[in-house]
């Protein structure tokens, strides 16, 4: 950046850029300075085309780098900017080509405008710096204009229009100040200070917003242009990317007790482990050491908490190595300096800084936590010292030992550590990521710090309310913080220990999508929670919700409501496959194995490893994609090592997934993998699984048609497909080519209604009385079977037939009819617990082979009279079973996550256990106990197959112990949980 030259008492222009014509082009980072009649000297410089860093002093001279380029928050323009400069009266306009600036030669007052001359922004008053009053500057708001932004200030609403807000650590509530202010109107404001100042956002005046410092000059930055989104991706190409955390960090971390032993960090982490609980960093507080440090003189381990002999500090035998064989990562406990000696722009000190901690890091520990004295669950309840009112805080303290710790720990180890602090300010995204607790409103501190360019941001979990639970874990990155207290999930009560479990395995399925959200707010600057101004900046009812964000592009989690606003287009409730159309208001009522509302987007792409109790327990070579159909949509996969910087030299991979819809037709395109990182397998295998209630006609992968396979088991055979329709589930697993070639795998799921047009003849006359599809019209059958209609299921059967066969009368086709609708009994007549012969008789299958015309009427009649059997069947069993037996059934089938007892059930009942034990065996044919097991294990494989975890289903089907629950499993199916998964 080119320095100001000093500008003398006249009111002209120092710098001016060289060209010819009326357009003097400028193509280095020239700049613009003048003096107002008041005095004042304003020096502009055009960093971007989008963005001006704009200076005011009583001085002129602006040789010195400004304070937010001295701490190396603030990057230096990556090439020269053109700009020219024209006169307008007593206005000056700077043009970029995407931006006008207009500076009033007299006042010095500014005028911001976009490219097409729409004002953004003005100046109500001069701005001033410099003086003895400090420095400040004014703002002009619209009737409807939003302002977002600001950092993270204790229970502040999530727009700031009417809140005073200090850019301030001194005697302040915890938070994270960040002095970047944006605008649904389209422009931003950067304050490019280290000194503390205030943000009055039409507090004191409705239509301006102020900022004032008591100190120093001027100066900050003024952007222009574009959505929410577009203006935070300006500020990151500004200021630098955010840090990208390991692929483990954005797991579950656990930090213990502050009086935690070795001994009792090793039983926090075997807790996890035993009972299946995923989880990869264990944390310790400041505690561990023994005594306190102040960043110059030598640490060791507390030496009776945390006892290692010194002839051998290093390797498995150590609790660092026993945690690292159970999959654990340990992270430290650091005071913050109150010094601000520890400049983020200044590097010639950080090497000796950092050496205090290589010995631990060669020990194995990859997480440093940042405290302050004060614990932030205490913080929140100071108040201010008013003897030290005029003192300044070291509001860059936390990004600078961040710095210092993030580069040290490159240069040791190669890898990438979590460092997380409680406070900061702007610019400590590019080192660290944030944390916090106390907090009335804690999801208002995450979604605000991601509309402050801050990404990675964790409070403490709640995890004693499943409401806390539901929030934890959807924040992107997620804590369980002990601090004081015993917080450990083991020492909840069963139910919200079984909601824990579950949102923990699924946070961990999900950590590829998880992680390619966060690639996309290192990049850009979009956070992976979204508030839904961010999201949703066209819908004036989504703006205003401060419960309710995208956690990513496909997720809406609402958090502490029950009352949740859909946007415009489908959402499928997560927990319970319910579909919803947006705009819409509903009363939500969370199931008992959830804390809180989570819905997918119609059309999304969600890709998703196996189950895994820590990051990197399994290789990555076989995934699940689950896909949503419902509209158009685009995804791209990021995956890197997870660990190194081989990131930032672009090692990485991307796989693009195109979802389309065509006249009948979904089809999904799986791209190659174009790039290359260090551990990517040579190979992956899709199991891709479709959520959708219609079953298709046909399905076709790279154009062969595949065979449908039973929908019973979990991974279907190569070349074959499975639907199951209780679950709305349809899957087929992928192999990527052996050859390595950058062939794209397409799949087309081809629907009844695209298979009907092709009619070689007309439907016959009494059939336009439905339009319905095949499939909609197997749906109507089965519901006709499982009730016992016989009217319905013959209505269906005939209507079903009458569509089949006018796509052709073919004898191939005539079988392949006559089979479809005798697998579709078959199934049928399974899921009750009976066998084909017991229901049809001995010969139930029709003793002739189609062939010509006159044997359809035959086939058909034989498929009619199957179902008048099933049906008959079915009701005669309704019949003898008495209200006793069908209480006692209702009892088991809507208490299977209970343990059931033939004497309990008889008590409820007040009847004789022995009596209804007979009495049960009599008319159903089981005994109470194996009638049990039978419900148990058919639901417990029907959740399996929906993508229940094996944990989870052992909870939802009355286990206590998940291994005695695959003990049973395993004896009653033949297969363990894991292998009816895969």
């Not at 200030?153 to 994270?176: E, F, I, W």
């Not at 208002?444 to 499943?466: A, R």
């Not at 009279?865 to 003898?880: F, L, P, S, T």
């Amino acid at each position: 950046m080119t320095k100001c030259a000093k500008l003398d008492n006249r009111s002209s222009f120092i710098r001016e850029p060289s060209g010819r014509g009326g357009k003097r082009m400028c193509s280095n980072f020239a700049s613009i300075t003048l003096q107002t009649a008041s005095g004042s000297f304003i020096c502009v410089v055009p960093v971007a085309p989008h963005t001006f860093h704009i200076r005011v002093n009583r001085t002129g001279q602006f040789a010195e780098p400004s304070p937010l380029t001295r701490l190396g928050v603030a990057l230096p323009p990556a090439c020269p900017v053109n700009w020219h400069k024209e006169q307008d009266g007593d206005n000056l306009c700077v043009l970029t080509g995407e931006a006008e600036l207009r500076l009033n030669r007299q006042t010095g007052s500014v005028l911001l405008q976009d490219a097409s001359g729409h004002v953004l922004t003005r100046q109500t008053r001069p701005s001033y710096g410099g003086g003895d009053e400090g420095f400040g500057a004014q703002f002009a708001l619209a009737d409807d204009e939003r302002i977002y932004g600001l950092g993270d200030q204790y229970d502040a609403p999530l727009m700031k229009r009417g809140c005073t807000l200090s850019m301030s650590l001194h005697g302040n509530r915890v938070h994270a100040p960040v002095p970047l202010l944006l605008s649904s109107g389209g422009w931003a404001l950067l304050v490019d200070t280290d000194a503390e100042h205030t943000f009055d956002v039409g507090r004191t005046s409705p239509d301006e917003v102020t900022f004032h410092g008591k100190r120093g000059e001027l100066a900050y930055y003024l952007i222009a242009g574009g959505s929410l989104t577009e203006l935070l991706g300006k500020y990151i190409q500004l200021t630098g990317p955010s840090a990208m955390l390991p692929i483990w960090a954005y797991g579950l971390s656990f930090i213990c007790n502050q009086q935690a032993t070795a001994r009792d960090m090793i039983e926090d982490a075997l807790k996890f482990r035993r009972e299946g609980i995923p989880c990869d960093m264990i944390g310790l507080e400041p505690t561990w050491m023994e005594g306190s440090f102040d960043y110059d003189t030598p640490v060791r381990w507390h030496p009776e908490k945390f006892y290692i002999p010194q002839w051998m500090p290093e390797g498995a035998h150590t609790f660092m190595g026993a945690l690292s064989t159970m999959g654990f990562k340990l992270s430290l406990g650091l005071y913050l300096p109150k010094s601000t000696g520890y400049e983020a722009g200044s590097e010639a000190d950080w090497p000796s800084a950092y050496n205090f901690l290589k010995p631990f890091v060669a020990q194995g520990v990859q997480g440093f936590k940042l405290c302050t004295d004060v614990p932030v669950q205490e913080q929140v309840r100071l108040s201010a010292d008013s003897g030290e009112e005029d003192a300044e805080a070291g509001l860059t303290v936390a990004a600078s030992i961040s710095k210092v710790i993030q580069t040290g720990y490159a240069l040791q180890t190669g890898k990438r550590p979590i460092v997380y602090t409680p406070v900061g300010y702007t610019g400590v995204h590019k080192y660290a990521a944030m944390w916090s607790g106390g907090r009335n409103q804690p999801h208002l501190s995450m979604l605000s710090l991601g509309l402050s360019g801050i990404p990675n941001m964790g409070v403490d979990m709640n995890l004693h309310k499943p409401g806390g639970i539901h929030f934890g874990f959807f924040q992107p990155w997620s804590k369980v913080n002990s601090w004081a207290y015993w917080r450990h999930p083991l020492l909840l009560d069963s139910d919200l220990l079984a909601v824990f479990k579950t949102y923990a395995k699924l946070r961990y399925r999900l950590l590829p999508y998880i992680y390619t959200a966060a690639s996309v707010a290192c990049r850009t600057g979009l956070p992976i929670a979204r508030a839904m101004a961010l999201a949703y900046p066209d819908d004036a009812e989504a703006v205003m919700l401060q419960n309710e964000y995208m956690f990513g592009d496909e997720f809406l989690v609402a958090v502490f409501t029950d009352e949740v606003y859909l946007p415009s287009g489908e959402w499928i409730d997560y927990w319970t496959g319910e579909t919803f159309a947006g705009p819409s208001r509903l009363s939500y009522r969370t199931p008992p194995h959830a804390g809180g509302p989570l819905f997918v987007r119609a059309g999304a792409i969600v890709p998703m490893w196996p189950d895994m109790e820590h990051a990197g327990q399994r290789p990555t070579d076989r995934m699940e994609l689950h896909l949503y159909p419902g509209s158009d949509r685009t995804y791209s996969l990021y995956e890197d090592d997870g660990e190194t910087l081989g990131y930032l030299q672009g090692e990485s991979a991307v796989t693009d997934i195109v979802c389309t819809h065509e006249r009948g037709v979904y089809r999904i395109d799986i791209g190659p993998r174009t790039g290359w990182f260090r551990s990517m397998p040579e190979r992956r295998q899709w199991d891709v699984v479709i959520h959708t209630r219609d079953k298709p006609a046909i399905v076709k992968v790279n154009g062969d048609v595949w065979r449908e396979a039973a929908g019973g088991r979990k991974a279907p055979a190569p070349a074959h497909w499975s639907f199951y329709r209780r679950a709305g589930l349809l899957r087929l697993s992928l192999e990527e080519t052996a050859d390595g070639s950058q062939r794209h795998t397409r799949v087309e799921l081809i629907d009844s209604a695209e298979r009907d047009v092709r009619r070689s003849e007309p439907l016959p006359a009494d059939s336009g009385k439905t339009n319905k599809t095949s499939s909609e019209l197997e749906k109507e059958l089965e519901i006709g079977l499982e009730t016992g209609d016989e009217a319905k299921t013959l209505s269906a059967l005939r209507r079903w037939w009458e569509v089949r066969m006018a796509a052709g009368r073919s004898p191939e086709l005539l079988r392949e009819h006559l089979l479809y609708m005798n697998g579709l009994y078959v199934r049928s007549i399974e899921r009750k617990g009976r066998t084909l012969g017991e229901v049809l008789g001995e010969e139930p299958l029709p003793q002739y082979e189609p062939g010509a015309d006159d044997e359809a009427a035959q086939a058909y009649d034989s498929l009619a009279e199957m179902a008048k059997r099933i049906v008959a069947y079915d009701n005669g069993q309704r019949g003898k079973t008495n209200e006793i037996i069908r209480r006692t059934t209702d009892i088991i089938r809507q208490e299977l996550d209970l343990e059931l007892s033939l004497q309990a059930v008889a008590d409820r009942l007040h009847l004789n256990s022995s009596y209804l034990s007979r009495r049960f065996k009599k008319e159903v044919g089981l005994s109470f106990s194996d009638y049990v097991l039978e419900k148990k294990m058919e639901l417990a494989k029907e959740l399996l197959l929906a993508g229940s975890t094996v944990g989870a289903t052992a909870e939802r089907t009355g286990f206590k112990e998940t291994s005695y629950f695959i003990r049973v499993f395993r004896k009653y199916w033949g297969v363990t949980p894991g292998e009816m998964k895969r």
